[in-house]
């Protein structure tokens, strides 16, 4: 089973950046695609970023252009920059990672979350 562990959230003044890091661990064949969501108190959860295995981007209408998408070389991290954080960025943010896991062959399919990490920012 593929597992995911969040990092980087905290508390934030509007303006400011953060960094969030996303590590995948477990058996995992291959990745399809890595992302970030976020959910706000009394909201649906909604994309905030998106990189697929090809190296294809793309981000919610909010971000314009603030938050950028990145793997690491392992391929099995992935990172959001955030920068010029709003207050209504505040949210947990959560990542999500697709793909086929497994030692045996045909692999299976996967589609994991992690716990999510608290973002706020504030005035």
């Known amino acids: 089973q593929v597992q995911l562990v969040e990092s980087g959230g905290g508390l934030v003044q509007a303006g400011g950046s953060l960094t969030l890091v996303c590590a995948a661990s477990?058996?995992?064949?291959?990745?399809?695609?890595m992302g970030w969501y976020r959910q706000a108190p009394g909201k649906e959860r909604e994309l905030v970023a998106r990189?697929?295995?090809?190296?294809?981007?793309d981000y919610g209408d909010f971000v314009k252009g603030r938050f950028t998408i990145s793997r690491g070389d392992a391929q099995n991290t992935v990172y959001l920059q955030m920068n010029s954080l709003k207050t209504e960025d505040t949210a947990v943010y959560y990542c999500?990672?697709?793909?086929?896991?497994?030692?045996?062959?045909?692999?299976?399919?996967?589609?994991?979350w992690g716990q999510g990490t608290q973002v706020t920012v504030s005035t």
């Open positions: 999500n990672f697709r793909g086929y896991e497994g030692r045996d062959f045909p692999p299976s399919v996967f589609d994991s």
């Open positions: 477990g058996s995992i064949y291959s990745i399809v695609a």
């Open positions: 990189i697929t295995s090809g190296g294809s981007t």
